[in-house]
């Protein structure tokens, strides 16, 4: 890359390697440390957030607790169920890319078998064929070979908006479509499975082979 195109990358946190900020080990803190610089007006507002907003204060004192008992001891299935439970979600949504039906079907049987009432919505509902949304025929799969429906997930949004799901699960969307399923989400959003089929769906590994098989990246 030449010099003149190289982006010019304030410090931030994918920089850092020292997370001094975990224990407030203020000596350790390095040069540009988000935390040694913090906005003092944005940081009390977020303070207000949790404490002031009964949903938020909800979801951290159950996360807190998931992670104070189950850290390293529960998958994230386990830890997922969890915190349904403890959330008290009396309704909880599914919002499944029809890839991974069988890893849905799975999950749905036992949230049964733990008492969770569910609903799942599959990412192709409403079987809308691509180019009806001006998708054009270079990125469809099939290349025009046969109809191809898109990929769904604000409608999966309203089908569980409109169960009034307490809290909705992201089972392997792909990528960009998790993001319209959130921003149209009226429920809080965890995510269980996310989509890597070249990886099994664990999308760290070439963070760790980075060096090697995954040198490409």
């Known amino acids: 890359m030449n010099e003149e195109n190289k982006v010019n990358q304030p410090f931030t946190c994918g920089n850092c390697r020292v997370a ?47 992670e104070s008992q189950f850290y390293g001891k529960y998958t994230r299935v386990e830890e997922t169920i969890e915190f349904i439970k403890r959330f008290g979600a009396k309704k909880v949504g599914i919002a499944t890319c ?47 070979a046969k109809y191809e429906s898109m990929c769904n997930p604000i409608m999966q949004a309203m089908a569980l908006n409109a169960q009034k799901t307490d809290l909705n699960i992201l089972i392997g969307l792909c990528v960009g479509h998790d993001s319209l399923f959130i ?35």
């Open 20 to 66: 001094a900020c975990e224990y407030r080990e203020e000596n350790r803190y390095p040069k540009g440390c988000l935390t040694a610089n913090v906005d003092t007006e944005m940081l009390a507002k977020a303070k207000e957030l949790y404490l002031n907003d009964e949903l938020n204060q909800k979801l951290m004192q159950v996360s807190a607790e998931i």
């Open 98 to 144: 029809v890839g991974l039906i069988n890893e849905t079907g799975i999950f749905a049987s036992l949230l049964k078998k733990h008492n969770i009432e569910y609903y799942a919505v599959g990412c192709k509902i409403g079987a809308i064929e691509k180019s009806e949304i001006g998708i054009p025929l270079e990125n469809t799969l099939l290349k025009g």
């Open 183 to 217: 921003r149209y989400s009226d429920a809080p959003v965890t995510v269980m499975i996310v989509k890597d089929r070249v990886t099994g769906h664990n999308p760290a590994v070439p963070l760790y082979t980075c060096k090697s098989i995954y040198s490409r990246i």
